[in-house]
């Protein structure tokens, strides 16, 4: 009987341990969080920046790609013009 009993005081000191240090983790995430937020807000600009180049980029280098295209595209129409009728014809 004492080896029992001896066995839920063990597992009752574990689980209150298990929760203190759940807790303790769950402390430390927020204060990290708290400490690092103000990084953050100063840091969002800059990202911002970042992002709006990257997009101003994308569409530059797609309107180059269609500029580029167009001309192509109207090349190839009038050399193939006079093969597609001669097949027709």
Request: net charge positive; aromatic share 8%; charged share 5%.
């Amino acid at each position: 009987m004492l080896a029992l009993m001896t066995l839920v005081a063990l597992f009752a000191g574990a689980a209150v341990f298990f929760v203190i240090a759940a807790v303790g983790v769950l402390l430390l995430k927020v204060a990290f969080k708290v400490i690092f937020l103000p990084l953050k807000l100063l840091l969002l600009p800059f990202i911002l920046v970042a992002v709006v180049i990257k997009l101003a980029l994308i569409v530059a280098v797609g309107a180059v790609i269609v500029a580029v295209l167009i001309p192509l595209l109207i090349l190839a129409v009038l050399v193939l013009t006079p093969f597609l009728i001669a097949h027709l014809v």
